[in-house]
């Protein structure tokens, strides 16, 4: 075929290694992969999309393996800059004695927007292209998301006390939706309600919340049976688990993103399946808190979709969604003591296509399939840590680390690009912007904890 029959395209990938994650666990070498328009056009051997098309810019990546770009289920961008601000303590008084007077003192706008532009440029050198997030201001969040150009479903947070941001849950509720309306038709961004957690909002509002996600279409997040003592005060004031709580009042559903689940009974992975609800498994910041380690095999086994999240990075304190899949897939075989408990496979199906899931965006994001979003992760295998490699779908999990991704696309633009001489280049990210929003913040919070 001469040049002139070939069909002009934006940008041809072309991979030592791709893993499209659907179909499960399929490796496919020396293939490449077209994009216009920021969709996926074909997926075929290397000599065939050369004999086919032409492209704008073609992208060679002949040491590395093209994967889904990764989606973090649950995190709080708001908080990067309270990075390692209060480590070493249990969840309750972490919350309660340094997180909450620390958001009193210093949140604002202004922070959430740093902080959040913060944690995307984190997210992006990682290798993550979309976010689930919950915190205050989720307008800042999403400015912080288009400045980067990274995908987010952004949390509209409720709690029933007040805080810098809004005085009662009907004003969270309010404040939220109106910010909702504001970002609506940006196809980088979406929306769902997000209550924080079944110990900080009552019935009435759980109530409000159900009515408004069923009219708007709106999915919902929350934390769920993350530690014991949120089911001791559950089962004292209201006398039931909180899951079986939130199934008597309708918030379970397949609308639901639970984060955390680690305190789990049978009977709650029952409840949480018959209702068709998903999970973000949160495991550093789970091992962190001494929260506990959630029963991932089990979960899974029950036919649960579990995807992964890091939490905030005040609670974690790394937003790196390989350390995540690791540490995934290694507790699952502790605990379970079944080395085959989530293969590396299954771990990164967690990170991509089963977030994908939870958001309600599998059929754009979350896979590398013809017609999805080009939202794409390249990871290169050839330094010493990650040589030999023999399977590279299981080095991704047990080898490689984020320090290891190469390129980011999201929808088929370029976000991010780490040279081999480890300099990392954004889009629309100044480095030396992160450098004094660090600087201007840590010296705030410094003065709090003074």
């Known amino acids: ?240 688990r909180p899951i079986k709580r939130m199934a008597d009042l309708g918030v379970l559903g397949p609308n639901l993103t639970a984060a955390h689940c680690v305190q789990m009974f049978d009977e709650d992975i029952d409840l949480m399946k018959a209702h068709g609800a998903h999970i973000a498994h949160c495991p550093s910041s789970n091992a962190k808190l001494a929260s506990g380690i959630a029963p991932i095999s089990k979960l899974v086994k029950a036919g649960l979709n579990v995807g992964l999240g890091t939490d905030g990075a005040a609670s974690n304190n790394r937003q790196d969604m390989f350390a995540e899949m690791r540490t995934a897939a290694l507790l699952a075989k502790a605990v379970s003591e079944d080395a085959t408990s989530i293969p590396a496979c299954q771990a990164l199906e967690m990170a991509t296509i089963n977030g994908a899931r939870a958001l309600g965006l599998e059929h754009q994001i979350g896979s590398i399939e013809v017609g999805k979003l080009a939202d794409l992760t390249a990871v290169r295998i050839a330094d010493v840590e990650t040589l030999p490699c023999y399977d590279p779908l299981s080095h991704l999990i047990y080898a490689c680390g984020r320090e290891h991704v190469s390129h980011v696309w999201v929808a088929g633009d370029l976000r991010f690009e780490r040279s081999i001489q480890q300099v990392g280049l954004y889009a629309n990210i100044e480095p030396s912007e992160l450098k004094e929003i660090a600087l201007l913040w840590q010296s705030k919070l410094n003065q709090h904890k003074a």
Not at 6 to 18: F, G, P, Q, S, Y
Not at 147 to 155: E, K, P, T, V
Request: net charge negative.
């Open 1 to 240: 075929m001469t040049d002139t029959n070939k069909r002009n395209v934006d940008l041809i990938i072309e991979a030592k290694w791709l893993v499209p994650v659907v179909p499960r666990n399929q490796v496919l070498e020396h293939t490449a992969l077209v994009i216009h328009q920021g969709n996926i056009v074909e997926i075929a051997p290397i000599e065939v999309i050369r004999s086919s098309y032409h492209a704008s810019k073609t992208v060679v990546l002949n040491e590395h393996v093209l994967i889904p770009g990764l989606i973090n289920l649950h995190a709080h961008l708001g908080m990067t800059l309270m990075r390692g601000l209060a480590d070493d303590i249990a969840l309750m008084p972490w919350l309660k004695d340094h997180i909450w007077p620390a958001e009193q003192q210093i949140v604002s706008e202004r922070f959430v927007r740093d902080s959040a532009l913060f944690g995307c440029a984190e997210m992006l050198a990682g290798g993550t292209t979309c976010f689930n997030d919950m915190y205050f201001y989720p307008q800042a969040t999403a400015e912080a998301a288009i400045q980067a150009g990274m995908r987010a479903q952004l949390g509209l947070v409720v709690l029933e006390f007040p805080t810098n941001y809004a005085n009662s849950s009907e004003d969270y509720i309010e404040k939220g939706l109106a910010i909702r309306d504001a970002w609506r038709g940006n196809p980088l961004v979406t929306a769902s309600l997000a209550p924080h957690a079944p110990y900080t909002v009552e019935d009435a509002t759980y109530e409000i919340i159900i009515t408004y996600a069923e009219q708007l279409g709106l999915g919902i997040h929350t934390h769920l049976h993350e530690t014991k003592d949120e089911i001791s005060e559950s089962i004292a004031k209201y006398g039931v």
